[in-house]
């Protein structure tokens, strides 16, 4: 265990099985050396959720729309919520998770994402918070309005997958990457090439716990307490300490969400 400790900068507590045992949960991240998790939420529904799990020490929360569920929700019910955020007990450190879809069979269409997206890239920017994006199917165009703001939005593309090239167009823009459990499977090729390629710091860790698995570990069993895995594996492909992965990644998530040390 490297004696900095890592940040899930990732993982959606609430969600089962995980939120059926979320003191064990951190328990077991804690025991890990894993002592803060970043929750995002998707929807106003699930803001009240990550709001109320947000009250528990290492615990922080992100509200947003995310693309999936971009039709049904009235911009302005969320945007008179958002206004409401400064009184709340356990403030927001970023704005997530939200971002761009178009994999998705029936989901909302691209025009309907812009819609919700832009309000809240707006709010993170006007706010001084950053956002958590998710994206597949969509990259040019989530570069784009990324890049509409000229470098004063910050944040992470969450889940990266993709090659090196890709990828530092979007640290050029700004974003951090977010490197999860895909990084231990020999499989990913081009997201391998771009763990070891790219400088280390331009990544932070994370599990999207119960969404993606680790290599062995089925996304519906993933915790927090694999990012530990996952900055083992990111040590051998780069080559580097353990020590090195944590001082770094925890470094620059503690930067970006403003966690404290
Ligand atoms: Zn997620």
């Excluded at 894993?34 to 699930?46: G, I, L, N």
Aim: proline share 8%; with cysteine; charged share 20%.
């Amino acid at each position: 265990m490297p004696s900095i400790p890592l940040v899930d900068t990732h993982c959606h507590l609430f969600m089962p099985p995980l939120g059926h045992d979320v003191t064990g949960a951190l328990d077991r991240a804690a025991a890990r050396g894993v002592d803060r998790v970043v929750v995002p939420s998707y929807d106003p529904p699930s803001w009240t959720e990550v709001r109320l799990l947000a009250e528990r020490p290492g615990v922080f929360a992100a509200y947003g729309v995310h693309p999936w569920v971009a039709g049904p929700w009235d911009p302005s019910a969320w945007s008179a919520w958002w206004d409401g955020l400064d009184e709340i007990a356990c403030p927001p450190v970023a704005v997530g998770e939200i971002g761009l879809d178009t994999k998705l069979p029936d989901g909302p269409g691209l025009a309907a994402q812009l819609a919700v997206l832009r309000p809240q890239l707006e709010y993170a920017r006007d706010g001084d918070l950053p956002v958590i994006l998710h994206c597949r199917g969509a990259f040019e165009e989530l570069l784009a309005e990324v890049e509409r703001f000229g470098g004063a939005l910050r944040g992470v593309l969450h889940a990266w997958s993709r090659g090196p090239e890709l990828a530092a167009r979007f640290t050029g823009a700004g974003l951090a990457l977010g490197l999860g459990g895909a990084v231990t499977r020999d499989r990913a090729r081009r997201l391998l090439q771009t763990a070891r390629t790219l400088p280390l710091d331009s990544f932070i860790l994370e599990t999207d716990a119960p969404s993606i698995g680790l290599d062995g570990v089925l996304p519906a069993e993933t915790e927090p307490a694999h990012v530990a895995d996952i900055a083992a594996a990111l040590a051998v492909l780069r080559n580097e300490t353990l020590e090195t992965i944590a001082e770094v990644t925890t470094d620059h998530a503690q930067q970006l969400f403003r966690l404290g040390a």
